[in-house]
T-cell receptor
């Protein structure tokens, strides 16, 4: 078990470009979460998958953001037409189907929009 | 909605105890967690407590929960320089239809040698 893996670790993009991040959860975890963390803040919830079904989305997830989890394994988070306000650390976490278990987080993808 | 608050900074001397505090608003928060984040890294789960417990001890960590005041604390005994990090309190408001944890803004712990 190698933990939750996120790629890339860092991404610098020009405003207006599209970016896609990937998350590979722990293999036996059926729950997968995306959070966003800006400097000096705690993680903010973006979306949640149980297996391949996207069961909850935050209003932070505007129509420029889309997330998928095909076949209930890895997940991708795409941001279209990036804006400078999208600069943040994007964190992926996974867990077993037990609310008391807590999340296992990946190391995150740091996005910088210039 | 749920709000979770923490003080921003704490500085202690090596070997002393650290106490990091957290307050929350939703009385239905059933599960409460402490996470640690080191620079450039993701969050690491340290410990958790259920709302039917008042205290939980795990090696150098002691979690205290005051449900009446909606106050959670994390005590780190014999604090070491390796404990320097940001500590996040997170709550799971067990209301129907939500799966998300709500995180506080984090407390930056600095341990002085």
């Amino acid at each position: 078990d190698t933990g939750v893996s996120q790629n890339p670790r860092h991404k610098i993009t020009k405003r207006g470009q599209n970016v896609t991040f990937r998350c590979d959860p722990i293999s036996e975890h059926n729950r997968l979460y995306w959070y966003r963390q800006t400097l000096g803040q705690g993680p903010e919830f973006l979306t949640y998958f149980q297996n391949e079904a996207q069961l909850e989305k935050s209003r932070l997830l505007s129509d420029r953001f889309s997330a998928e989890r095909p076949k209930g394994s890895f997940s991708t988070l795409e941001i279209q037409r990036t804006e400078q306000g999208d600069s943040a650390m994007y964190l992926c976490a996974s867990s077993l189907d037990r609310v008391d278990y807590g999340y296992t987080f990946g190391s995150g993808t740091r996005l910088t929009v210039v | 909605g749920e709000d979770v608050e923490q003080s921003l900074f704490l500085s202690v001397r090596e070997g002393d105890s650290s106490v990091i505090n957290c307050t929350y608003t939703d009385s239905s928060s059933t599960y409460l967690y402490w996470y640690k984040q080191e620079p450039g890294a993701g969050l690491q789960l340290l410990t958790y407590i259920f709302s039917n417990m008042d205290m939980k001890q795990d090696q150098r960590l002691t979690v205290l929960l005051n449900k009446k005041d909606k106050h959670l604390s994390l005590r780190i005994a014999d604090t070491q320089t390796g404990d320097s990090a940001i500590y996040f309190c997170a709550v799971y408001p067990y209301t129907s239809g939500t799966y998300k944890y709500i995180f506080g803004t984090g407390t930056r712990l600095k341990v002085l040698a």
